[in-house]
């Protein structure tokens, strides 16, 4: 089984930039693609970025693209998520996940091991 925290939320003015961790703890994370999915108010949780076991492959969701960069580092069992060029309607919870064996890069119903979130909030 694999744990997972995050951190590095916060409040930042629009055109900032902030850098969330998650720190994963289990001996198979260095075998697992991962992903960083956000929830805003009254709205579904949605997919922002995933990457695979080894780093080699990363995705994006079209509205972070050039803006937000995936990484992993399995020496330290932690990815990242820099996000730059914030914007107020990145305003959301933020969770990083594990990705269930066989399941898609892109759906939230195929991650697992969800963390207890971060927040980002940027202002205008």
């Known amino acids: 089984q694999v744990q997972l925290v995050e951190s590095g939320g916060g409040l930042v003015q629009a055109g900032g930039s902030l850098r969330l961790s998650c720190a994963a703890s289990g001996r198979t994370f260095s075998s697992s693609g991962m992903g960083w999915f956000r929830q805003a108010p009254g709205k579904e949780r949605e997919f922002v970025a995933a990457i695979n076991w080894s780093g080699g492959r990363t995705y994006y969701a079209d509205s972070v693209k050039g803006r937000f960069t995936i990484s992993r580092d399995n020496a330290k069992n932690t990815v990242a998520l820099q996000m730059n060029s914030l914007a107020p309607e990145d305003t959301a919870v933020y969770y990083c996940?594990?990705?269930?064996?066989?399941?898609?890069?892109?759906?939230?119903?195929?991650?697992?091991?969800w963390g207890q979130g971060t927040q980002v909030t940027v202002s205008s």
């Open positions: 996940a594990r990705r269930s064996p066989g399941g898609s890069y892109y759906d939230s119903k195929d991650f697992e091991n």
